[in-house]
């Protein structure tokens, strides 16, 4: 079975400072995928970055980056230059395919880490 | 519009009644999901469709029914209502097996 570990509970930063969020994940898997998925107080989940395993190049979105270490099995999220929109829980989540029932891509997320941006 | 939406948004009822969720996607995904996110902001799968054929359907009460009458719906009806089903419920879909979801805003469900 695979798991998604968020080790940081909650965290917070400065206006404008960077931040990084942690990410472990557990598999034997060799063929997946990665996610950053950010839900605010309006609970809606919105995908923030994606990163294929087979790719070795960090995934990069504006001010959003990842750093994958495939070996070590970690993939953290890293906010430059933080806004109070990014004021939100951050799920990391782990997509490989599940041999159960008629076998498919099944999604897998980690606890979540809380993520306060002080003005 | 609405990429992923269902209905309703809050949904407050009591023990023992049977309640539905709906949801419709206009994206022309292949897959849809219903995910539980308990009160520790947990989500867990609970059931997947493609083409409105069940293919993951987790350890889940049998009260808990998914009906896919076409491949932009999967609604999801629950019988005999306990607190424990007290949880935001969200729908999602995907263009693929392996593509990045897209949630709807979530139904949030207080049994009484």
């Known amino acids: 079975a695979q798991t998604v570990t968020q080790s940081q509970p909650e965290m917070s930063v400065q206006e404008a400072e960077t931040v990084t969020l942690s990410c472990t994940y557990d598999?034997?898997?060799?063929?997946?995928?990665l996610f950053w998925y950010k839900q605010p107080p309006s609970r809606q989940m919105i995908l923030v970055i994606r990163?294929?395993?087979?790719?070795?190049q960090n995934a990069t979105e504006n001010r959003f980056s990842v750093n994958f270490q495939k070996a070590a099995k970690s993939f953290s999220l890293k906010i430059s230059d933080s806004q109070l929109g990014d004021t939100a829980m951050y799920f990391c989540a782990f997509m490989a395919f599940s041999y159960s029932g008629a076998g498919s891509y099944q999604l897998t997320f980690g606890k979540g880490t809380k993520l306060s941006v002080i003005p | 519009d609405t990429a992923v939406s269902q209905t309703p948004k809050y949904l407050v009822t009591q023990m023992g009644n049977d309640k539905s969720i709906k949801c419709e996607q206009n994206l022309g995904h292949d897959t849809m999901y219903w995910y539980k996110q308990d009160s520790k902001k947990f989500l867990k799968i609970m059931f997947s469709?493609?083409?409105?054929?069940?293919?993951i359907n987790e350890t889940v009460p049998n009260r808990f029914s998914p009906k896919s009458p076409d491949k932009a719906h999967l609604n999801l009806h629950i019988n005999s209502l306990e607190l424990g089903d007290s949880a935001v419920y969200f729908c999602?879909?995907?263009?693929?097996?392996?593509?990045?979801?897209?949630f709807g805003n979530g139904t949030r469900l207080t049994v009484t």
């Open positions: 598999t034997s898997e060799n063929n997946y995928y």
């Open positions: 990163q294929e395993a087979y790719k070795q």
């Open positions: 469709y493609n083409n409105k054929e069940l293919i």
């Open positions: 999602a879909s995907s263009r693929t097996y392996n593509s990045p979801l897209h």
